[in-house]
């Protein structure tokens, strides 16, 4: 739909009654001079508050149940209450309690199986999203504007990997313009809800914690949007997290290359798989403020006018490294990291980072600590006959490690880029445990010890004057 604007609000953006006010002024301006489609987190703090009820659930804690219960109504309904004025409260006040409800019994169901099975989590954990969108198209209601909460298990048609699930985007599709174009067309603004789906035989599902960014870029590209702007509580992407780095600054664009690698090496600000769908389509993003929407924010886009070199460093911890050495040169390094890589994909656990040597052929990776024991259990299993033959060491895990992660489209073919990154992380007496770069020599990938992780991050950013390239462009 030519003209078309998605807005995505995050949790903080959804965070109280004023919150949301705010966010509706901002879609009524919008709305303004085109067609805008809006779509909601559940207020913040709320689908921790989900999955903490379940996890009561599940160890049979019938009063911790009950007691989260209702902070979820209380939370909802005194917003409710402090957003609309009494006679448009009735709707979303069933709403809620009916919502409340809904999870009551799918705690029930888990206080009496004592487990969490991954589906009745999902269907619990989008009801966050579900009530933000009723409490916000009932407020725009009650100022004068035909808005629609509109629920994603009816258009996001996903696969069956519950908690982390994909969209199949055919089907989604024809969901997405067969629901929300009248809408559109006939000016009234859909609020829908981010982060969840369901499978074709209409199991709901979740996309991820963060998920809601993942929707709004799904949502643009069935319909064709021509923008994205993603609200959130910081004043866009920066050159490194504010409370590691007190200088760093916020970058004026940025591609979507650099948005991925970014989001994918543990910038907080966009969900990793956001930009899929959006380089696809070639819809621009950007990052905003919703504290200070007068902001200008940052621009994700295919190509930008920055200066050459490292534009914004990440860093992530809760990591493990994982290092595989054949024991004997009869080992075929290459067969042992392929077996590995499968065992790993079969899991759908992600890659962080990868490194090997030549000569003893021996090489490492780096995974999420949660995936971890998974990873290990199958590592071990698939290796069995080679670790009890000593044709392989054992295997190693290093938890004491971060990943930091240099990152700038401008960095290809620059040389000297790497050497000042490492003279930077050696002078403050940091030692190095891995690296790897990809080709495209849009990120460097570096495993340093989690002691010095925040100092080598901002010793990387102020040998690179990243804070100052981005006030230059
Ligand atoms: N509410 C979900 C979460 O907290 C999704 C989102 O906020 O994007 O993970
Ligand atoms: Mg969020």
């Known amino acids: 739909m030519k003209d078309l604007l998605v807005m995505k609000f995050g949790g903080t953006s959804m ?63 005194t917003t409710c209450e402090e957003l609309l004025p009494r006679e448009h409260r009735a709707e979303a006040l069933e709403e809620i309690r009916a919502t409340v409800t809904d999870v009551r019994r799918i705690a029930h169901g888990m206080l009496m199986l004592g487990e969490r099975p991954p589906r009745s989590v999902d269907e619990a954990i989008a009801v966050g999203e579900h009530l933000s969108s009723v409490l916000m198209a009932a407020y725009l209601r009650s100022l004068g504007t035909e808005a629609v909460a509109v629920n994603c298990k009816e258009i996001i048609v996903t696969d069956a990997a519950f908690g982390r699930a994909s969209p199949l985007m055919g089907p989604t599709e024809q969901r997405a313009r067969a629901k929300l174009l009248p809408l559109l067309e006939r000016g009234a603004l859909p609020i829908a809800t981010g982060f969840n789906g369901a499978t074709v035989d209409g199991q709901p599902t979740t996309l991820g914690r963060g998920g809601s960014d993942y929707t709004a870029s799904i949502l643009a590209y069935c319909l064709d949007a021509a923008e994205v702007w993603i609200w959130t509580d910081v004043d866009g992407i920066m050159t490194a997290d504010p409370r590691i780095v007190p200088d760093a600054a916020v970058l004026k664009e940025v591609t979507y290359q650099e948005a991925a690698e970014l989001a994918y090496n543990g910038a907080k600000v966009l969900h990793p798989r956001t930009l899929a769908p959006l380089i696809e389509k070639q819809i621009p993003a950007w990052s905003k403020n919703s504290f200070a929407p007068e902001k200008p924010g940052t621009r994700i886009a295919a190509s930008i006018r920055a200066p050459k070199g490292a534009r914004a460093v990440t860093s992530m911890t809760k990591v493990a490294l994982v290092s595989i050495e054949p024991a004997s040169g009869a080992v075929s390094g290459p067969r042992l990291m ?15 980072a990868l490194s090997s040597s030549s000569y003893q052929q021996s090489f490492c990776f780096l995974i999420r600590r949660e995936d971890l024991p998974a990873a290990f259990k199958a590592l071990e299993e698939e290796f069995a006959l080679e670790l009890a033959h000593g044709y392989i060491k054992p295997i190693q895990i290093d938890e004491q490690v971060g990943l930091l992660a240099v990152v700038g489209e401008g960095m290809r073919g620059t040389p000297g880029i790497a050497g000042s990154v490492f003279t930077a992380i050696s002078r403050e007496g940091i030692n190095v445990i891995a690296i790897a770069q990809g080709s495209s020599e849009l990120t460097i990938a570096i495993v340093v010890h989690q002691d010095g992780l925040e100092k080598a991050v901002r010793a990387v950013h102020r040998e690179c004057r990243m804070a100052e390239l981005a006030n230059l462009s």
Do not use: C, Y
């Not at 709320?46 to 219960?69: P, S, Y």
């Open 338 to 352: 392929s077996r590995a890589m499968d065992r790993l994909a079969d899991l759908n656990i992600e890659l962080l």
């Open 15 to 77: 965070g109280s009654a004023e919150r949301i006010r705010r966010a509706a002024e901002l879609a009524l301006k919008e709305k303004a001079h085109r067609p805008v489609l809006v779509v909601v987190s559940a207020m913040a703090g709320i689908t921790d508050l989900l999955i903490d009820t379940l996890k009561h659930a599940e160890v049979g804690d019938r009063e911790g149940v009950e007691k989260r219960l209702r902070q979820l109504e209380e939370r909802h309904v």
